[in-house]
């Protein structure tokens, strides 16, 4: 590196944010990538994308967790199991000091169960004392195009509300000279 290199290392900045994804076949870990990439365009950095079961007796509660996940025959995704059967399993206000958004990936050909792990994750983790950050969004694998119904949430519904409430501001606002990912440029 030559002169000056270090004055041009840029660490990203952004409140943290963990996005956690139940997926079989990529469409929901594809959409939690992208929420983690848009993240700093909104003031947030995502710190963390990985498996829903990777936070099994295990979730921050310093922190906003967006969890993006799908059901199969009503059932959680493989590398989602151990999480929601952790969650069936709580009985108190374990979920207290918990923020989360739910975004649910389903098709509704699978009519009696559709949607059900988004749902049921949605719903029992405010009863464990969490604390929803915003309506749980949903997406129809039916319809053909997932991607559309995810930004739709995404902008309108998802980043205005963590806007608000953790007081940041979008890139365009002065935080433009910040990437969106996790890296430093030399
Ligand atoms: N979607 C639902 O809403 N409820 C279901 O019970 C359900 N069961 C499914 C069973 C099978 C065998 C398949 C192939 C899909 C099912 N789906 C169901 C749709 C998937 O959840 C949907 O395509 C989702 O986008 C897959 O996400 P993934 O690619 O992240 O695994």
Redo the contacts with the bound molecule.
Sequence with gaps: PGPGAADKKKTVQGKPIVVL???????????ANRIASDAGDHGFKAELVDILDSAKENLPTDKPIVI????????P?DNASHFVNWIKGLKESELANVSYAVF???????A???????KFLDTAMEARGGSRIVPMGT???AKGD?FTEFETWEDQVFWPAMKERYGTSDAAEGLSFETSLGVEIS
């Design positions: 994804y139940g997926s079989n076949t990529g469409t929901c870990e594809a959409l993006v996940t799908a059901s199969y025959e009503g059932q995704t649910g990936c389903g098709h509704r050909d699978w009696k169960t559709f949607q059900e792990i988004p997406a129809d694998a997932i």
